[in-house]
């Protein structure tokens, strides 16, 4: 290519850092440096999609006038691009995935990159643990998806897990992973299983190991019959609505997107006070609590289910809260500025 810009995204699964840039390119389209290209260094569901954003293929010769790498696990491919490119990394991790990069990949954030564009206050603090230098740190919030459920769509989700009018569900969401604390769901289950009325599931992808190892504890602790790991979904919207408290046992969560889109559904978030959840619980925006508290967890899940008035200022605030810093329409706009203004320093180098 020749001149334009070069995105560069590590994997094109349906989990948060793909979806916000497919969301963002999409939206920015227009104001972005053209041509666009995008490489793909793992294929995905939404690599087709993305893929379909670009004005010219990725061949790999020429030389755009800036690249957006999205996320820091793929930061080292900085190294194989002309040093006078200027670049921005978009990241979405927070310590324990930072801490995993290679040095490739640490030193390209930490001298390569021009512009570290962070998705939380959480992101940032571990950017600068790292050494990266505060001035080239941009905080940039990651767009939210406002989802579109149907009655219909929402009825067929409670006739799906058989629950009746009078009972309320009680859904995790996201890669059912460690990090994600997709295990942490079953116990806090467990601390809530002696209300009848409530029914349990889990929608997201759940890898070999990590299904093995949650049908044993799901099973260990006689919920087999209770909760239900219902696999990747190709749109979370009714599922977020048909839920009456969404629950969020991450470990790390730099900014989950989840909450806010639950919150657009009209249903509240308690979890664990971590990453992007401290600035929610802070603002009202969710019910949280110290990690690991798996019994405080169940506490905050009830007081939102039992609570109309509290749930529904729950709901409201994290409305707030994404129509002031994660609205597509302005995150887009400052996406698109950022990356004009490194082209143009990029097309002064030539």
Not at 56 to 79: I, K, M, Q, Y
Not at 218 to 230: M, N, P
């Amino acid at each position: 290519m020749n001149g334009g810009l070069l995105v560069i995204a590590h994997e094109a699964t349906r989990t948060g850092s793909p979806a916000v840039l497919l969301r963002l390119l999409t939206a920015a389209r227009d104001d972005l440096p053209h041509p666009i290209s995008v490489r793909l260094l793992a294929d995905g569901p939404l690599a087709d999609d993305l893929r379909a954003v670009a004005t010219t293929p990725s061949d790999g010769t020429g030389r755009p006038d800036v690249v957006l790498v999205n996320s820091a696990l793929a930061a080292g491919e900085l190294w194989r691009l002309p040093d006078d490119v200027p670049a921005a990394v978009y990241v979405h991790e927070q310590a324990i995935a930072l801490g995993e990069l290679s040095d490739d990949a640490l030193r390209a954030l930490r001298e390569r990159a021009a512009v570290v564009l962070s998705v939380s206050e959480a992101t940032t603090a571990d950017l600068l643990a790292l050494g990266v230098a505060a001035d080239r740190i941009r905080l940039l919030p990651p767009a939210v998806h406002r989802p579109d459920p149907t009655d219909a769509g929402t009825a067929a989700v409670r006739r799906e897990l058989s629950v009746r009018d009078d009972q309320r569900l009680v859904l995790g969401c996201g890669v059912a992973a460690w990090r994600k604390g997709a295990d942490l769901f079953v116990p806090t289950c467990a601390r809530l299983a002696g209300r009848r009325e409530l029914v349990f599931a889990w929608v997201g992808q759940r890898h070999r190991t990590e299904r093995r190892r949650l049908d044993h504890d799901t099973r260990a602790a006689g919920l087999d019959e209770r909760v239900r790991w219902i696999g990747e979904v190709d749109d979370t919207s009714n599922w977020l609505a048909a839920a009456d408290v969404l629950l969020m046992c991450s470990r790390e969560d730099p900014q989950p997107l989840v909450p806010f889109e639950a919150a657009y559904c009209g249903t509240p978030t308690a979890g664990f006070d971590v990453g992007g959840l401290v600035t929610m619980g802070r603002n009202g925006g969710a019910v949280t609590v110290p990690f690991p508290d798996v019994a405080g967890l169940a506490t905050a899940a009830e007081s939102l289910i039992d609570d109309t008035a509290l749930a529904r200022a729950t709901v409201d605030a994290a409305t707030a809260l994404a129509d002031r810093h994660h609205d597509l329409t302005i995150v887009a706009a400052e996406f698109a500025a950022v990356l004009n203004g490194l082209a143009a320093d990029g097309r002064t180098t030539e």
